[in-house]
Every structure is written in C-alpha cells, then in structure tokens.
C-alpha cells in the first residue's frame, strides 16, 4: 500500500468548479490503489475461509462465523501494516474495517468454495 | 438442524460437479481473451490535421471551464475571450457535412453491441447445454439450511416436495458458478481490470462521442461550447487559502 508523497495535491478534474477547495487533501490514484488491494485481499479470504470451512464440515451459521472471522483477522492484519494510522491509507478510517465484506462478490465466493469443499469432501 | 443426508453417486461428483466448475473456469478465460482479441482494431487512416486540431480546441475550452477556479479572473476572461469572443476560435465556422455522419455512427455501435453479445451468448449456450444434458438430479448440497421458499430456485425440475431445499440441481449449481468464480477471475486479472478501468476512464474523458473523426460535429460542438463558456461564472476555488492552510497545518502538527 502506498501512502501519497510528501506534499498531497489536491483533485484537480471531477470536481464542482464553483465550490471553493476543501480541506482535505489526498492523491486520487493512490486511494484508489489501495482500495483495489483491499479488495484483492478480500476475495482471497472469501476464497480461503470457504475452502476451509468446506472441508472443516462446519454448516449453518458457524460457517458464516469463520467467514467474519477470517475478514476480521485481514482487517487487523492490515490494520498492522498501516502501522495504525488507516486514516493516511484511506479516504476514511473505517474503510479497511468494514468495506466489500457483505459485497456480492466475496459473499457469492464464499458460498461457492465452501459448497464445492463440502460437497466433495463430505457428499463423495 | 442436523438433516438427514442423502447419499449421492461418486460419479456424479467425478463427472458433473469438478467437470463443470472447471469449464466455466475456461468458459471466462476464453471470454477474456476474446474480448482482448476483439478489441477495436486501430483505423486505417491517420486522422486529419483539421480534425486533431478541432478536437484539441474542444478539449483546451473543456478544461478551462472545469478549471478556471485556479487562474485568476483576468487571465479566466483573457481565455473567455479567445474562445467565445467575437473573434474568438470558436466562432469558426463550417461548411455543412451532410451524409459523413451516419457513415460514422454504426462502427461505433457494432463494436460496443459486439463485446455485449460475445459475453452473453456463450453463458446462454453453456446454460442451454447444462440444462440438457445434466437435468433430472441433484448435484450437492449447500451447507446452510434454507427456508422452502428456495426450493423453486435451486431445484428446478424435481417435483419431491419433501426434500431438502439445501439440494441443488445442476442448473442452479452452473448459475452459482458463473457468479461465484468472478470473483476469483477478478484475483486473476487483477492487473488487466485496473488497466481496463483506467483506459475507459480516459477514453470517457478525452473522447467526444464516438472517438473517430468522422463521428463529430465540429458546428454543433463548438455551439455547445460558446454557450457552455458563456454560462460559466467565475469563482476562486483559493479563496481563504491561508485560513485553510493554517487550519490543515495545525491539524497534522497535532497528530
């Protein structure tokens, strides 16, 4: 991840022409940098936490579980990377928290990986 | 909770379950290559200087309309002037093109109609031919318990009211896959979606419509551009600057 350089430039397309600058500052390509890494990450703990639980034989709502708990432990570890500051990483601090874990993509990975682990191991 | 479990054939394991997954895997990176194959060739033709040269003009007043907050209000109506004034660049005028348009416009809506079907009819015929060959049984089971009000969706085709909901039929299984491993395809080409993003972001941007030469209309866009120029009213995005910035200074002095 990657914090913006020394002196941060503010948004210079894509804004309301008429409003004066605000005072926020932050470099537009980077957020969006880490936010695609964020993003990446979660969907390899989908990934991982469905494989898991699938050849675990957890069912029900313990499987969701080791799903909160697997995104959880990547907010933390990430939270440790940042060096505790997510504030110079991202727009808002509680991003690298609670974004993309209730998304489509990441819930659907999940369901999906954890019924075919399930299903070959267990339904073989 | 616990549900009695149906015992199920290896074989369909062996030769429904892992064969399916597998090739919608395939079916998403043919799509994606494809789609890479088939990206809009470049034109044949070198665009004409005329034509390079309107696009830029359009493009320079773009920005200073979107700008003009961080030029000062002299050098704002100095520019003003050289597009929309009496004399200005846009007040050009243009012998009226007639028929070129519409030879235009259909390359344009043939590519973008192509890259929609070629994503779609592959996913139809695969869906078409799970349906046929792999209908009438049930392929695994998800690993949660559902409410009945499920069943419909996962298990098209059999008619046994007593079972599970949990049990899926192939069909279901397939539609499943295909929304369920985009997200892996997503891990895959990690790179080439960010480059995908950033290409059509610029293209939105710099393009007028259509991107080739013989899609715009320099009479009409330079129109719209006086009177877009002519609404503008000019307003300093720096005002109170340096409150602002004693305000951010003290701010991460403290933190």
């Known amino acids: ?124 | 909770m616990v549900s009695q479990d149906l015992v199920l054939d290896r074989d369909v394991r062996d030769w429904v379950l892992i064969p399916l997954t597998v090739s919608v895997i395939l079916m998403k990176l043919l799509q994606q290559y494809a789609v890479k194959l088939m990206a809009a060739p470049k034109p044949s033709e070198p665009p004409k200087p005329e034509d390079v040269q309107q696009k830029n003009t359009l493009a320079r007043s773009g920005l200073l309309r979107a700008n003009h907050g961080f030029i000062s209000e002299a050098g704002f109506r100095q520019r003003r002037a050289y597009f929309a004034g009496k004399e200005g660049v846009l007040q050009q005028t243009f012998p009226a093109k007639g028929l070129n348009d519409m030879m235009g416009n259909p390359d344009a809506m043939q590519g973008m109609l192509k890259q929609q079907m070629g994503g779609l009819v592959p996913q139809m015929g695969m869906g078409a031919f799970v349906n046929y060959f792999f209908s009438g049984f049930i392929l695994g089971r998800v690993p949660f318990s559902l409410s009945p009000k499920f069943r419909p969706m996962l298990q098209r085709g059999i008619d046994l009211p007593a079972l599970d909901p949990s049990y899926f039929t192939s069909l279901s299984f397939y539609i499943m896959a295909l929304f369920g491993l985009g997200g892996v395809f997503r891990l895959m080409f990690a790179e080439d979606a960010i480059n995908d993003a950033a290409q059509m972001a610029q293209m939105q941007m710099g393009g007028m419509g259509g991107g080739g030469p013989p899609t715009l209309d320099p009479a009409k866009a330079y129109e719209a551009e006086r009177q877009a120029l002519d609404v503008v009213e000019y307003r300093s995005r720096l005002e109170n600057s340096e409150l602002r910035s004693l305000k951010l200074l003290r701010a991460q002095l403290a933190a």
């Open chain 1, 1 to 124: 991840m990657q914090a913006g350089p020394v002196a941060p430039s503010a948004l210079l397309s894509n804004l309301i022409s008429d409003k004066p600058l605000g005072e926020l500052a932050y470099v537009p390509l980077n957020i969006k940098n880490n936010l695609d890494v964020l993003a990446f990450n979660r969907i390899w703990v989908s990934l991982l936490t469905g494989v898991l639980t699938g050849c675990s034989g957890l069912t029900g709502f313990r499987g969701f579980g080791v799903y909160l708990l697997g995104h959880l432990l990547l907010s933390i570890l990430l939270l440790v990377k940042t060096k505790n500051a997510p504030s110079k990483y991202f727009a808002s601090s509680l991003t690298l928290l609670t974004s993309n874990v209730f998304a489509q993509t990441e819930l659907l990975t999940f369901v999906l990986f954890w019924t075919l682990t399930n299903n070959i191991v267990f339904l073989f």
